[in-house]
């Protein structure tokens, strides 16, 4: 049994990319690349042994990301200059494969259920397949799937086609006229690094204005090179915390996984939660 979900798999989830094999490690458990495409989500470069030995690493294998082949803004965001937007099917074929050799893929799910009531509406916010939403629609929660990525949303309305699935740019979530009413908003998989430069802070305060008073956001993101596929991390926690604290958000909870190891300083991932306050 795996210590922490996806411990032998690609640490950040998620969602972060050039190439179709990466931090969805194959049944050796060896990552190819660092540039490779579940590394732009997952952000993990590391092989199965040195995850086990890095437990700060956030092993959730996690969520999608957005990618801009639709247009909807003038800048591209990084995961759109990582991709071509054509790796949806490959893309849920790794966690097919993951899956059926007996990984648990569905670690962030089971964290954001624990934050939850029954029956919660979600925001999957970068939803990419929808391997995270549906996971969530089948312990019973309401899920809406938003992603720039075509390719990502075929596969998830193919697999889940009633679920509510929306082609969207997260800077302008409000022209898609959501109701703040959400439970939780989810942006894991390195949604925040791979959005387009500059556009960070606009983005949180829309995922901020989609929540209900009380509601949660929930984010997963790499820190440091081994867990993004960039060079250099974009986002630093405390721009990130700055950006949470200017659309209303309070940090409530941090950790180093996706299985709720403690988070502390150096650590390459973080999986944060921060509230909106109640009224």
Partial sequence: MLPDPLSALAPASAAGALSLASAAAGPGGIIPGPRTFEAAREGCTCDRGERRRHRSHPCPLGRDRPESTLNMSEQRDRWAELTAGQAGEEYARRFARLAESGHDIHGEAAFCTTLLEPASRVLDAGCGTGRIAIRLAELGHHCTGVDIDSSMLAVARRDAPSQEWLPGDLARLDALGLEPRFDLVLAAGNVIPLLAPGTESTVVRQLSAALRPG???????????????????????????HWCAQAGLVLRQRCATWSGDPYTEGCGYAVSVHARPAR
């Fill in 215 to 241: 509601g949660l956001l929930v984010t997963g993101m790499g820190l440091d090179a081994a867990h993004l596929p960039l060079p250099e991390p974009p986002v630093t926690l405390a721009e990130f915390d």
